[in-house]
Nanobody
């Protein structure tokens, strides 16, 4: 079992920045891909970004150049630095982690609200 706990969400004005963190505990020594999804009210959860254990990254087109994902394998923690935030970035941000067999664990989510 792996437990994921997100932190760092909040309310920010458009153009501002936030940094989200997601710490993994439990059987977290074999985490491969870690990443983030978000879900705006009334919409489906959408993919934002991921990072592999070897630091390969991939981003949703709309966040490229504004969001940066990173991870600290020693701390089993993944970060999401979000700059130049827009109102459309508002939503609940969910961290996920995949283990070797492809199973995906999820965090409980953290709310990000960007005011215009």
């Amino acid at each position: 079992q792996v437990q994921l706990v997100e932190s760092g969400g909040g309310l920010v004005q458009a153009g501002g920045s936030l940094r989200l963190s997601c710490a993994a505990s439990g059987s977290s020594s074999s985490l491969n891909v870690m990443g983030w999804f978000r879900q705006a009210p009334g919409t489906q959860r959408e993919f934002i970004t991921y990072i592999t254990r070897g630091d390969l990254t991939y981003y949703k087109e709309s966040v490229k150049g504004r969001f940066t994902i990173s991870r600290d394998n020693a701390k089993n923690t993944v970060y999401l630095q979000m700059n130049s935030l827009k109102p459309e970035d508002t939503g609940v941000y969910y961290c996920y982690a995949e283990v070797a067999n492809g199973y995906r664990y999820w965090g409980q989510g953290t709310q990000v609200t960007v005011s215009s």
